[in-house]
Structures are given as C-alpha cells and as structure tokens.
C-alpha cells in the first residue's frame, strides 16, 4: 500500500524560503513520475512542479519557476520541494502525489492522472 505524508509547511514572511518534504512508502521512488501540487482556498487544485525520478526531467508552472525545485532523495525514499523567495500568493495547501507504484512519465506532458496522494502540509506566506 503507498503512503504519502508531506511536512515542512508553517507560516513565512514573504520573501522568505521553506522546505517540503513528502515521505514514501509503497512506492518506487527512484522509478517514478511524482509531483508537488497546491490548492489555496477558493481556487482550484494547480500543479506546481513533477518530476520523472529516473531521468530528472522536470516540469514546473509558471508561477513558480525559478523560486522552487522538487528533487527525491532516493535512500530516504523522500521527496522535496524547496521553495525561495516566498509570495503571499504561494499560500496554500501542499500537497504530493505519485504517478503510480512505479510509473514514467514525460512531466511536461499533461494532463498526468496522480493515483496517490498525502493528506497535504498548509504553507502561509504573509506579507
């Protein structure tokens, strides 16, 4: 059975950094498409960065490229999201998902259907 369980979110000033992390369990990390998305409320759930752990190829929105980075660290079976230069517009819930147990994928090609998902982390950022 895959478990996901995100932590690392809390409350920042803008202009600030957090780091994300999302523990694996079930799952292939180092063999898989996985992803960070987000979900502020009143807003729709919006992909913020995948990731294809086999090759690294990434995919990240607009909104966030250049101020975050998903990476995996294979031996801890984690995956993270690193996150700079913070906007009150980043505040949302966090949440990480996987492709499947072990999938590829091409991140930039989407829609990717996500079968599994962490019960999400809130990151606040205030201006």
């Known amino acids: 059975q895959v478990h996901l369980v995100e932590s690392g979110g809390g409350a920042v000033q803008a202009g600030g950094s957090l780091r994300l992390s999302c523990g694996t369990s079930?799952?292939?990390?180092?063999?898989?498409?996985m992803a960070w998305f987000r979900q502020a409320p009143g807003k729709e759930r919006e992909e913020v960065a995948i990731?294809?752990?086999?090759?690294?190829?990434?995919y990240y929105s607009d909104s966030v490229k250049g101020r975050f980075t998903i990476f995996q660290d294979n031996a801890k079976e984690t995956l993270y999201l690193q996150m700079a230069s913070l906007k009150s517009e980043d505040t949302a819930m966090y949440y990480c998902?996987?492709?499947?147990?072990?999938?590829?994928?091409?991140?930039?090609?989407?829609?990717?259907?996500?079968?599994?998902w962490g019960q999400g982390t809130q990151v606040t950022v205030s201006s």
């Open positions: 998902a996987a492709l499947g147990v072990s999938s590829d994928c091409l991140p930039w090609a989407r829609p990717l259907t996500f079968r599994h």
């Open positions: 079930g799952l292939f990390i180092g063999r898989n498409c």
């Open positions: 990731i294809n752990t086999r090759n690294n190829n990434t």
